[in-house]
């Protein structure tokens, strides 16, 4: 015996009931995490100056070992010139390894007889409900 479909008028309403939920505890949580991140940095910030104080790099404690090193974050302002070093430098070990999904699509839309070696892909059908206006 075959079931009977749920309509999807109710689907829809039980969809948008969870994944309102979902947002309002993800951003209860996102606040409580800003909070404790707040906190913790104002430690980190006292721990910092207190070795900076002292000249340490390391120091031990009953509750673990406190290290500071430098922590170094690289940007780029001329990505079109950077494009260009990596090229004449042969450097795409500079670049991480991801592929620019939406820029790929694209190239495959505009480009299909182009094969791309080692190229995969996996679709999926995937669901989406907006309310009502």
């Given at each position: 015996m075959e079931e009977p479909q749920i309509p999807m008028d109710k689907l829809a309403k039980v969809y948008l009931k969870i994944r309102t939920e979902i947002q309002m505890r993800t951003k209860a949580f996102e606040e409580e995490m800003g909070v404790l991140e707040e906190q913790k940095k104002e430690v980190s910030?006292?721990?910092?100056?207190?070795?900076?104080?002292?000249?340490s790099k390391s120091v031990r404690t009953d509750y673990g070992t406190v290290i500071m090193k430098v922590?170094?974050?690289?940007?780029?302002?001329?990505?079109d010139g950077?494009?260009?070093?990596?090229?004449q430098n042969n450097a795409l070990d500079l670049l991480q390894r991801r592929i620019a999904q939406k820029n790929m699509e694209k190239f495959l839309e505009d480009t299909?007889?182009?094969?791309?070696?080692g190229l995969t892909s996996n679709s999926e059908y995937e669901i989406t409900v907006t309310k009502p206006k």
């Open positions: 910030d006292a721990m910092r100056e207190q070795m900076k104080l002292s000249g922590k170094t974050v690289f940007g780029m302002q001329d990505w950077f494009k260009q070093f990596i090229v299909p007889d182009v094969q791309v070696p």
